[in-house]
């Protein structure tokens, strides 16, 4: 009997807000706010990496004031 492994995320729900920051701490989106719901953080995470491929992103959950563990900080590469 084999048992494969997969790896997976997280089930998340509550609302989350993300910010990116370069390498010498500046916030890359000042002046976009940027939030998701549940799991849908994993798709804001891709999107900004994409868009800032060498960003730490903060995930902060929005109900607790606090950042989301195991996800944040996220080193974008």
Same mark, same amino acid.
């Given at each position: !009997? @084999?048992?494969?492994?997969?790896? @997976? %995320? !997280?089930?998340?729900? /509550?609302?989350?807000?993300a $910010?990116a $920051?370069?390498?010498? /701490? ?9 939030? @998701? ?6 798709t804001?995470?891709?999107?900004? %990496?994409?868009?800032?491929?060498? @960003? ?19 080193? %974008?590469?």
């Open positions: !009997m @084999a048992v494969i492994l997969l790896p @997976a %995320c !997280m089930t998340l729900s /509550g609302n989350y807000q $910010f $920051f370069d390498a010498e /701490g500046n916030q890359l989106n000042e002046n976009v706010i940027l939030t @998701a719901s549940g799991s849908g953080i994993y804001l995470r891709n999107s900004v %990496c994409h868009t800032y491929p060498e @960003a730490t992103l903060r995930i902060i959950d929005l109900d607790t004031g606090k950042e989301l563990d195991g996800e944040s900080p996220y080193h %974008c590469h």
